[in-house]
């Protein structure tokens, strides 16, 4: 959701050479959400000019709650530590002060980061395992389809190859497709129905 915050709290780095998700908790002042939106999405726009940057989105837990949960990812930790001690991202945190009451920061690896709830999120917004296998298999099947035809058509030999090398092939190839971009992109456009209270 959104890149850094006003007087964060540091957990401990993240592995280097996995892509990283920031999960930020937010209370924010009803009066201001315009401004609030307006300031984030900059945020966002600013992230998004630095190397790395996989993308972000924020949610509610309901319409009327203040607390605003959002992330953001970048490809390591080393980009991510571009981003987070940039001179753009300190100006741009300047600007948010007075508009974020309180916060909570979390650094986690893989995937599993854009599923997992900040620990200060309510349980209830928490999603569902089968929502989780619903998305990976949304993001994975026309990905690996598409994958399968353009080899068959245009690898020489291809269906001659044995199952396991066919195989090797492609999850090495498809494996950092889905998590670098599939994966993120999926998450992002369905986070509302993911995080839909049950």
């Known amino acids: 959701m959104t890149p850094g915050e006003p007087g964060e709290g540091r957990t401990p780095q993240a592995d280097p050479g996995l892509p990283v998700t920031v999960s930020i908790t937010r209370l924010v002042d009803p009066a201001r959400i315009p401004e609030v939106t307006r300031w984030v999405q900059a945020g966002v726009n600013l992230a998004n000019r630095y190397p790395g940057f996989l993308g972000s989105g924020w949610v509610r837990a309901s319409r009327d709650s203040l607390e605003w949960h959002m992330l953001y990812r970048f490809a390591d930790e080393r980009l991510l530590a571009a ?13 948010g002060r007075d508009l974020v009451v309180e916060s909570r920061v979390e650094k986690r690896t893989g995937i599993e980061g854009w599923f997992d709830v900040p620990r200060a999120a309510p349980a209830s917004a928490s999603p569902p395992r089968w929502k989780q296998a619903t998305s990976i298999w949304l993001g994975f099947f026309p990905v690996n389809l598409v994958f399968t035809l353009l080899v068959t058509a245009f690898v020489p030999g291809w269906a001659d190859l044995p199952t396991l090398a066919k195989v090797l092939a492609t999850t090495l190839v498809l494996t950092p497709v889905m998590t670098y971009w599939v994966l993120p992109a999926v998450t992002r456009l369905l986070r509302s129905w993911l995080l839909r209270s049950r």
């Not at 981003?83 to 600007?95: G, H, K, P």
């Open 83 to 95: 981003w987070e001690n940039s001179d753009d991202r300190q100006r741009w945190l300047e600007l």
